[in-house]
C-alpha cells in the first residue's frame, strides 16, 4: 500500500522487489554504453556517487553547470533509450501515486559505494515542475533525507531498501533533499553498492 510521506511524497515499499532482476540487467545494458563516471560539480568538487543515464535527455554537470543534454559527453553520442522495463515501472508507480499519464524522458543512474553521499539539494533542472520525479532503490539501503522547501530546515530520515519505490510530486517536488554518506554493508545481490533509478520529465 502507497505510505505518504509527506504532502505530495508517496513511499512505494517493495514495488519493484519482482522486477528488479529485469531493471538490473537493463541498467547493465545501458552502462556498457554510457559508463557510470565520477562529475564535477559547478564549484569544482567531484561527486561521490557516480552517474549515467538514458533515455531522450541525460543529467549532468560540469564547471558550466547543470545541465540536460541529448548526448552523453563522453562519447558524443545519444544517450542510451530507455528500457521499457524501466518506462513501464516509473509509469506505474506514478500512477500508484495518483500521477497519470507520467511519461518520463530522463533516467539518471545513480551508484552508491559505501561512503558516497549527496548533499542537500533540490532538483530544479527540469522543464516541467508539475510532473513527479520517480526513484527506485536497488542495492544496499541509504538514509534518505527529506528537507523543506527552505534549505535550512532540518531535514527526516527515510530509510529506503532494495526495491522501494518513492514517488515525489506536488509539494514536494521542489522539497530540499540528499542522500546520508552510505553505511557499509553486502546486499545479496549487489554486495557493497547501492543503485538508485531517478525518472523525470526534463524536456
Ligand atoms: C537518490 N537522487 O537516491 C536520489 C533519488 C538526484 C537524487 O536526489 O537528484 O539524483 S531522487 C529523490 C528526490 C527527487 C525529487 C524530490 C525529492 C526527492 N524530494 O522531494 O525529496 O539517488
Ligand atoms: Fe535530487
Redesign the pocket.
Known amino acids: 500500500a502507497p505510505e505518504p510521506i509527506a504532502p505530495g511524497?508517496v513511499l512505494l515499499r517493495g514495488f519493484a522487489l519482482d522486477r528488479a532482476e529485469a531493471l538490473l540487467q537493463a541498467a547493465r545494458q545501458v552502462i556498457a554504453v554510457a559508463p557510470l563516471r565520477h562529475l564535477m560539480t559547478p564549484g569544482g568538487r567531484v561527486m561521490s556517487?557516480e552517474m549515467s543515464n538514458c533515455g531522450a535527455l541525460g543529467w549532468t554537470s560540469s564547471r558550466t553547470g547543470y545541465r540536460y543534454d541529448q548526448a552523453d559527453p563522453l562519447s558524443g553520442q545519444p544517450w542510451p533509450p530507455m528500457p521499457a522495463c524501466f518506462a513501464d515501472m516509473a509509469m506505474r508507480a506514478a500512477a500508484e501515486a495518483g500521477f497519470e499519464g507520467f511519461a518520463p524522458d530522463a533516467c539518471?543512474i545513480?551508484r552508491y559505494e559505501p561512503g558516497a553521499r549527496?548533499s542537500l539539494?533540490q532538483?530544479r533542472d527540469e522543464s516541467d515542475l508539475s510532473a513527479p520525479?520517480v526513484?527506485v532503490?536497488l542495492g544496499l539501503p541509504?538514509v534518505?533525507l527529506?528537507g523543506g522547501l527552505q534549505r535550512n530546515e532540518r531535514p527526516a530520515r527515510l530509510r529506503?531498501a532494495h526495491g522501494d519505490v518513492?514517488v515525489?510530486g506536488g509539494a514536494?517536488?521542489?522539497?530540499f533533499?540528499?542522500?546520508a554518506p552510505l553505511a557499509d554493508g553486502d546486499h545479496p545481490r549487489l554486495g557493497r553498492q547501492r543503485i538508485?533509478l531517478?525518472f523525470r520529465r526534463a524536456g
Do not use: E
Open positions: 511524497a556517487v539518471l545513480n549527496l539539494h532538483d520525479i526513484s532503490s541509504a534518505f527529506f529506503l518513492a515525489w514536494a517536488r521542489l522539497a533533499h540528499g542522500v538508485n531517478t
